[in-house]
């Protein structure tokens, strides 16, 4: 089964030096989606004021299968 690696970039850049068995590149993408989900709870300060988090998926030679970014768009209407 391949290797797949979910780097993270919020306020810090998080290489994944263990990785993930997954079956498949959709796999590892879905995996990726299920991270997401759970880090923008934890970064949403980071991404209120960067407005970006982002995770890219290699696989195990290191080419990027996968790139998924979360970004957040904030407008202030006048008063």
Do not use: C, N, S
């Given at each position: 089964m391949?290797?797949?690696f979910f780097d993270i970039a919020s306020e810090h850049a998080?290489?994944?030096e263990d990785g993930e068995d997954l079956p498949d590149s959709e796999a590892a993408r879905d995996m990726a989606i299920r991270i997401?989900?759970?880090l923008l709870p934890v970064h949403s300060r980071q991404l209120a004021q960067t407005g970006r988090v982002a995770i890219t998926v290699r696989d195990e030679q290191g080419a990027t299968?996968?790139?998924l970014e979360c970004r957040?768009?904030?407008r202030t209407q006048p008063v």
């Open positions: 391949p290797r797949y998080i290489r994944d997401a989900a759970e299968v996968h790139e957040l768009t904030t």
